[in-house]
């Protein structure tokens, strides 16, 4: 299976300077997609917690060699929620507290939460906006794991249409309901949309749903932006030439 689609260069080729995206959709997961992962972010973590240089030993998608529990989970040996859970659990007995995930993000996080916000992906956002797309989130965990009025105060959540949560829907990725969902919720057909998501069993949900899946490279994040825009450019541009 390749969760790194790419379009025919005579697909390509028809790609319009502008294209209207009336019609289609961009879905972003948002932890590592959306937002910065916490794995790039470890010498800033360390230093707001008053950790030593290397205290935190949790690498996940930017060196998954270092870390078995994250191979672990891609393994489905154990889920997201619980490989979350016990880097929680390591980073608090670090600082003689028992925490839970919310507790580590909140703590990790910069106290204004639009600085972990990836620059790269606002500018998708808002060029898929201008051009007529619609735009939502599924994600599994978002309000579990940050909090209503943290999230409040992230700007760039106000630019989307659809919020699909599985903190209330209670269904979690790669359940083919959850992609059912957001396509519904936003009004668009599977074949008409693109998803972003950093854990490939979620990309391969979504490929299984008939969605445009695409695998987020947290190492590549503008390599990402410009694949998800220019495959929104050639669905557009399939439409027209119809």
């Not at 300077?17 to 997961?29: C, K, T, V, Y």
């Not at 917690?49 to 690498?59: C, K, N, T, V």
């Not at 606002?122 to 940050?146: C, P, Q, W």
Request: proline share 6%; hydrophobic share 45%.
């Amino acid at each position: 299976m390749n969760i790194h689609p790419t379009m025919p260069e005579a697909e390509a080729s028809q790609r319009q300077a502008s294209p209207s995206l009336e019609g289609l959709a961009l879905i972003l997961d948002f932890g590592s997609v959306i937002s910065y992962s916490v794995f790039e972010r470890h010498a800033e973590t360390e230093a707001r917690l008053g950790l030593e240089p290397g205290a935190i030993q949790w690498f996940g998608p930017v060196d998954p060699a270092a870390d078995p529990l994250w191979r672990d989970m891609l393994a489905d040996k154990l889920t997201e929620r619980e490989y979350w859970a016990a880097l929680a659990r390591d980073v608090g007995s670090k600082l003689g507290q028992e925490w839970l995930p919310v507790d580590f993000l909140r703590a990790a996080r910069s106290p204004d939460l639009n600085d972990e916000i990836r620059p790269e992906i606002v500018d998708l956002v808002h060029r898929v906006k201008a051009h007529g797309g619609r735009l939502g989130i599924l994600s599994n965990e978002l309000e579990l794991f940050y909090g209503a009025e943290a999230l409040s105060e992230i700007t760039v959540l106000s630019e989307f249409d659809v919020l699909v949560d599985a903190t209330h829907t209670e269904i979690l990725k790669p359940d083919p309901r959850a992609y059912q969902l957001v396509l519904e919720r936003l009004g668009v057909e599977a074949g008409a949309s693109v998803f972003l998501d950093d854990q490939p069993r979620n990309v391969a949900g979504g490929l299984d749903a008939g969605i445009h899946a695409m695998y987020f490279d947290v190492t590549d994040p503008a390599g990402c932006c410009d694949r998800a825009w220019h495959a929104l450019s050639d669905l557009a541009a399939a439409r027209t030439a119809k």
